[in-house]
């Protein structure tokens, strides 16, 4: 924007030209607003007018509202017609400028209130019938004027990625949160302990895969390079949203937490579903523990407690440790998906050599957290380029 801040008298909309999805339907817009109530955005197939206003447009549309019913409620509408309205208390601010975010991918919209996107969830909500035209963005108002700066358009071709630090939004600098003690930290904390595979369960950070988990339509990330090397789950290079909605999260997440962590937990009682699911994604360890603890249930009954859970836990030298060696994972899969290069996300350059690797962004994180951050910064660059 080129002046310092955008200001949206109420029932209007500001419209430009470069505030769009470049692929429409996907996309994720950060901004800041200060109001006393109602930041409201208007996600549009097409440009509208200054005079232009949401409850008066025919047009396919979704409208999103911060701080509706003064300051009270979430509002997320369709073409006009309220399809999310929960409470929402204290989203907006009248003394300082607040940073939001919001983004769409095929019908999933998740709404975040802070300065980096993926992350701070406050709603997420997924349409059954999904507007994949909408593109261009509209900053309105309702009843109250309502100040926008810093409005920045990412987009989510590659991954869902939290913004990293160190990145100027145009005359504004994200300023870096990582003090002398957190480098510190980083420099001598216990890798085995405190980093590893398991800091990436069911996290935004480069995740290249999401699943859609169960009757509530949980969202739920993942990671296609770990999961091709822990079993088979249909993966291709192209596809994003994974639609599972026979599979309840609770057993869903039993399954990725095996797989990264090295253990699990489930309700004896649910060993049987486990063990199917683990069957038709074909994640044979978890499988196999499955029915030797099933069998030792069946031989000695006393040990069955209906509720009571069982702990599931892949044989290791260091157990609880979530270190590649200490992961169900086969190391002979990942390494041909280096050779091949099949959903790699990153290719490392050195000079007078050239390209000398197709390479895995969480594979090469778990060993360095600087990395983690590095190729966080990496994807939020492409994403603005």
Known sequence: MSAKFLTVPPFECAWREDLKFREAGRGCVAF???????????????????????????????????????????????NGKAVVDVAGVGLCCSSSFQSYW???????????????????????????????????????????????????VLSLTHTHMPLSKHVVFGDYQVEDELDAADCYSYRHMDYDDKWGLKTFLESWDLSDVLFIVGEEEKPVPAHKAILAASGNFSLCSSSFVINIPAVPYPLFH???????????????????????????????????????????????????????????????????????????????????????????????????????????????????IPFARVSQFHNLLSDLM
């Open 254 to 368: 039993a399954l990725l937490h095996y797989i990264y962590v090295g253990w699990t937990e489930i309700p004896q009682e649910q060993l049987g579903s486990l063990r199917a699911l683990s069957i038709q994604f074909e994640v044979m360890p978890l499988v196999k523990q499955c029915e030797e603890t099933m069998e030792r249930l069946k031989l000695d009954k006393k040990l069955f407690d209906m509720g009571k859970n069982v702990e599931l836990t892949y044989p290791s030298i260091r157990p609880h440790c979530s270190t590649l060696p200490s992961l169900p994972l086969s190391i002979q899969q990942l390494r041909q998906l280096k050779l091949a290069g099949q959903f790699s996300d990153v290719s490392i350059y050195i000079e007078s050599y050239g390209l000398v690797a197709r390479a895995h962004k969480i594979i090469l994180s778990l060993w360095s």
């Open 32 to 78: 800041e607003a200060f109001a006393c109530n109602d930041v409201t955005l208007v996600f549009r197939e097409n440009v509208g007018s200054q005079g232009y206003h949401y409850k008066r447009d025919s047009s396919p549309h979704y409208t999103i509202i911060l701080g509706s019913h003064r300051n009270r409620r979430l509002r997320i509408e369709v």
């Open 102 to 152: 919001i983004s769409i991918y095929d019908g999933l919209i998740s709404i975040g209130n802070g300065k980096y996107p993926f992350q701070d969830v406050v709603f997420q909500w997924l349409d059954s019938c999904p507007n994949c035209n909408v593109q261009y963005i509209g900053l309105s108002s309702w009843d109250k004027h309502v100040k926008y700066r810093n409005v920045n």
